[in-house]
């Protein structure tokens, strides 16, 4: 079996400390943290800074949640060492040499999915649950909710940032 079809079927279980390793890996500064050093790093940022730093750990968490999940299922990946890496951000593998590249989109927006499909068209999508129900033919789905890894990272970052998240979300 194909581990694109495989890959939606294996639960994801985030836990804390996983939020805290990809902010230690998206963060140089906080490479070394420990984890109150890094909860009192976000503590003194507005709501708009804080939606943008849980958007931007939502999206590596989801690239090493993904990477996890191919482990599980026995494919072999790399993660590129940065993480703005162009147009891709896992390699995967066989014999250990680079078969395919694949981007991971971490977001619940269809638009934003169907223009970076325009821009990179030979590029394979793996994306959130979200999307890949509206965008089935056209993305891998992951099987991990977008809704989830944000809601997740903001109850480890700030317990604030959840409720600001939560009034967010309602306003629409």
């Known amino acids: 079996m194909d581990w694109r079809e495989e890959l939606r079927n294996i639960e994801t279980d985030i836990s804390e400390e996983e939020v805290f390793e990809a902010i230690r890996r998206g963060y140089n500064d906080l ?5 109150d050093e890094i909860i009192n790093y976000f503590e003194n940022s507005n709501s708009e800074e804080l939606a943008g730093h849980i958007s931007n750990i939502k999206g590596i968490l989801f690239e090493n949640e993904v990477q996890d999940k191919l482990e599980e299922i026995g494919v072999e990946s790399h993660q590129f060492e940065n993480t703005n890496h162009p147009n891709t951000d896992l390699e995967i593998l066989e014999d250990g040499e680079v078969v395919e590249e694949i981007q991971l989109k971490a977001t619940e927006s269809t638009s934003y999915i169907k223009d970076t499909l325009e821009e990179n068209p030979d590029i394979e999508i793996v994306a959130t649950s979200e999307v890949a129900e509206y965008l089935s033919n056209e993305v891998v789905d992951s ?30």
């Open 143 to 172: 099987g991990i909710s977008d809704v989830i890894l944000e809601e997740t990272v903001a109850e480890v970052i700030s317990p604030i940032s959840k409720r600001v998240l939560c009034l967010e979300y309602w306003a629409y």
């Open 31 to 35: 490479e070394n943290a420990t984890d």
